[in-house]
């Protein structure tokens, strides 16, 4: 203890050396995120169930502790709870050469300093993010079709990251091809097995982002990655007390990225605050000549970080879009999410906000009932699959089309169908699409109608409105999807302790006692600057994320002290 205590008071005079050396690199705006901090901020190791990027970063370059330190912790970390003890299944491979790519981010901090916020920091990617092999990670959507595959290289976003530096921790868990293959729980996958939430045991933690959201609600990683096509971040956000940014389609890269459809795929942050949501999207927003949909984006990005303003919602008016969520089909915004929006709003006025309510979409009714997203969708997930498959370098398991996914599925039922999750009539009926017809083309149009000029940018012009205002709850989330609109989840409330634990699936519920839920901004295309000014304001008067923990036995215990000075 006393040799700790001694090792301890060396990092702290240590760190007061390397802050004096290093008292050039200064990051970030003027709200908090600015370094270095003083010693006395960061004399405390960070408790890494809520550890900010900021935090970890002043930690870091104070000299307290280290990445391989990080790296060490949230390794012990997930092997506490993945499989063991609660067993989330929230992770499905640790990066092997993680502690070497510390070592050496820990070397060039200590030489050059930091290159950014993000330098030595873990991130953990959902599993259809794909990382070069050479590392030592497969790419496989959690699919075992896909183990031991081939990818040319990294991601776009995976190359922003690490050219800020980031470490890649590890893979996340999914709902298997990011929910489409087939009605399955969410958070299942063949390599990953059934992912549950922290808040509850057995609670469903959404998709299909599933492993991200959980990772990044009890500090297995820094910060996750996820995916969204309709829902993937903003539900698993929701479900799991987290922030997620599902960004406008074509502000990130979805290069390497295993997809469903170019119309609605992107990438996004699941972290645990909109500060660190700011800070991820900065760095893997931006051009990829490997994804021509992001040559559309406005050359020049805002800087999301100086986003983060308590005064944003001072003067705006955002929208009550009622007619979407009043739809019997929403049954999932219940009495207890309804009154937690309503309260809500009442937030939003005392911070500044008028709110227009109703502001409906003008499509609203027709977006409920219309089929239009799937026909594109199933489309263009056969074409695009196919093309994934055709561009790995190899794949063991022989699969080279979807059609080959549909065999391999049913001759390998002990690994993809075991008892319970044996459906894959999406993928089925993605296979019969038909290609570009005339069909498809009007989806398409429709979809653009639906979502934007008759949908979300109708109803902000016709009230003149900043943003718009709805429960992350249920499937609300499809006018932006079918639109490519950027969402910003924040966390709203939880379900009561005499909540009633309704089953979802074999092993899943929801809701579920102190299950949480969350809000989200909508607006129109590239408005995230101002999305995660709004979110900002209403996280940081509320702060209801530290308002509940995950249950006891979902609460790693290992942390920094655990692994500085160890081997
Ligand atoms: C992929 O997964 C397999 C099986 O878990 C593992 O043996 C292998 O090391 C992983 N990595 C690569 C690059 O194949
Ligand atoms: C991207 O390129 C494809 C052809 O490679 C083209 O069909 C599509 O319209 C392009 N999309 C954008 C947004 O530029
Ligand atoms: C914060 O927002 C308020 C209200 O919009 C604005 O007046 C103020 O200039 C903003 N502060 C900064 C630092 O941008
Ligand atoms: C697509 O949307 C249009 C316009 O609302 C609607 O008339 C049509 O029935 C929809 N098609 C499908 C397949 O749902
Ligand atoms: C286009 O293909 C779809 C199946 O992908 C089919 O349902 C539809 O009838 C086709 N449309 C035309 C005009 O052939
Ligand atoms: C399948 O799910 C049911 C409940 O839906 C459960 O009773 C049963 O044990 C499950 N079977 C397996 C093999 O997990
Ligand atoms: C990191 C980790 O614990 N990965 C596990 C994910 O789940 C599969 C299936 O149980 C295990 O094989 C992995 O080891």
Known sequence: MAGGLLKYATFLVLGALLLAQHGRASYGNEKGTEWPLLLEQVS??????????????????AGIFTSVDLVKAYFARIDEVNLHGPALRAVIEKNPS????????????????????????????????????????????????????????????VKRLRAAGAIILGKANLSEFSHARGTLAPGWSGRGGQCTAAYYPGADPCGSSSGSGVAASIGLASVTLGTETDGSITCPASRNNVVGIKPTVGLTSRAGVIPITAHQDTVGPL??????????????????????????????LPDYLSALNTSALQGTRIGVPRAVFLEASYSELDDTILSAYTTALETLKTLGATIV??????????????????????????????????????NPS???SMADLIAYNDAHPELEEPSNYTDQSTLIRAEASEGFNSTYYQSLAYNHELGRTRGIDAALKKYDLDALVLPAAGYVTMPAAIAGYPIVTVPLGF????????????????????????????????????????????????????????????????????????Q
Request: proline letters at 8%; a negative charge.
């Open 44 to 61: 405390a190791l960070p408790d890494l169930y809520e550890a900010s990027v900021a935090e970890l970063g002043a930690g870091l370059n």
């Open 98 to 157: 993680a502690l070497a790519e510390a070592a050496a981010l820990d070397a060039e901090r200590t030489l050059l300093g930091p290159r950014g916020l993000l330098h030595g920091v873990p991130v953990l990617v959902k599993d259809n993010i794909a990382t070069v092999v050479s590392e030592g990670m497969n790419t496989t959507a959690g699919s075992f079709s896909l183990e031991g595959s081939i990818v040319p290289g990294d991601a776009g976003v």
């Open 271 to 300: 972290v645990r605050s909109v500060s660190d949501a700011a800070i991820v999207l900065s760095v893997i927003a931006g051009p990829d000549p490997n994804d021509n949909y992001t040559l559309a984006q406005p050359s020049i």
């Open 357 to 394: 309510d109703p502001a409906d979409l003008p499509s609203a009714y027709e977006i409920a009932t219309s089929k239009n997203e799937s026909v594109v969708s199933r489309t263009d997930f056969k074409v695009q699959l196919n093309a994934w498959f055709e561009s790995l370098l190899s």
């Open 398 to 400: 022989g699969v080279r």
């Open 495 to 566: 379900y009561p302790d005499n909540t009633p634990a309704v089953p979802t699936g074999p092993a899943t519920f929801y809701p579920a006692p102190g299950v949480p839920f969350g809000l989200s901004f909508l607006g129109t295309a590239y408005s995230e600057y101002n999305l995660i000014g709004y979110a900002y304001a209403y996280e940081q008067k509320t702060m209801t994320r530290l308002q509940r923990k995950a249950y006891a036995a979902a609460i790693p215990s290992m942390q920094l002290v655990n692994v500085i000075g160890k």
